[in-house]
Every structure is written in structure tokens, then in C-alpha cells.
């Protein structure tokens, strides 16, 4: 039984009754106006958007309402004991630059406590285990050239 909104009778034979729109008939008009279209939609070729006034004090470029990016200044240094470039972020005057700088770190070796006991206890065989308590750093920038294997 079918009822139809606008009418307060009831249809209830087979002639009254009507099948629904195929699907390609029904797709056919929305296939004209584009996939996912409103029909009260305009098109992307219609529509203006205004561009907002610039204010006369305001310099030219981007936009104060828009948050730019800081500028990130790039250094090229030449190493002088490979010849090879360079690109860091680092600046000329950070310790390590100038350790690239300069031809190379200044190495600066410190031995362990361990093992310098190492080796006043077990004379011969002690030197090996004072070499593997050291650590090598530059004395310029401090950047750890060695940990030794005890570290």
C-alpha cells in the first residue's frame, strides 16, 4: 500500500502504483552539473573574491596577518686540510668552525683513574688497559674525538 502525502485517498491497485526512475535516468541530470554539485551552486569561473586593500604605511610583501618564517642564514666554508665545501648553519664563530677553521681540533688526551692504577699495579700489561681508559676531546670546541672503550 502506498500513500501519498499530498492526497488523503489511498492507492491501493497496480494501476495506481508506479515503479521508481531507473538509476541511469536519475543520474543522468547530476552527471550535467558536475559530482557533488548543489544546483544553487555557482561555478569556480563565477565567483570574485575581493582582494583585501593594502594599507598605504604597510611595506610591500607578505602579508602581516600571515606568520612568516624566520630567515635561517647558510655558511660555505672550505675545509683547508681536505679542500672540500662546507654548508652548515653553523656561524664563523662557533668553536667548531673554527676548529674547521684553523685546519683541524686540537686533540687533548685524558686518562682514567682506573686506568692509571691499571698500570701502576700490572706494569706491563697495565699500560694496554691505561690506553683503553682515555678520552680524546679538543681543547678548542670540546667535541669528543675518542670515548676509549671504558667509557
Known amino acids: 500500500m502506498i500513500v501519498d502525502p499530498n492526497s488523503t485517498t489511498m492507492a491501493t491497485s497496480k494501476d495506481d502504483m508506479q515503479a521508481p526512475p531507473s538509476y541511469d535516468e536519475t543520474m543522468k541530470d ?35 596577518r600571515i606568520p612568516s618564517m624566520p630567515t635561517t642564514t647558510v655558511y660555505n666554508y672550505v675545509n683547508p686540510a681536505t679542500g672540500e665545501h662546507v654548508v652548515s648553519l653553523l656561524p664563523p664563530d662557533h668553536p667548531q668552525m673554527v676548529c674547521l677553521q684553523q685546519g683541524g681540533h686540537v686533540p687533548s688526551t685524558r686518562y682514567g683513574v682506573l686506568g692509571i692504577l691499571a698500570a701502576i699495579i700490572w706494569f706491563p700489561v697495565g699500560i694496554a688497559c691505561c690506553l683503553l681508559d682515555r678520552r680524546v676531546k679538543c681543547a678548542r670546541c670540546g667535541l669528543t674525538i675518542d670515548e676509549g672503550v671504558c667509557a
Do not use: C, L
Open 30 to 64: 547530476a552527471a550535467a552539473s558536475g559530482p557533488f554539485v548543489a544546483e544553487g551552486a555557482a561555478k569556480a569561473d563565477q565567483v570574485k573574491v575581493p582582494i583585501p586593500p593594502t594599507p598605504s604605511h604597510s611595506p610591500a610583501g607578505p602579508s602581516s
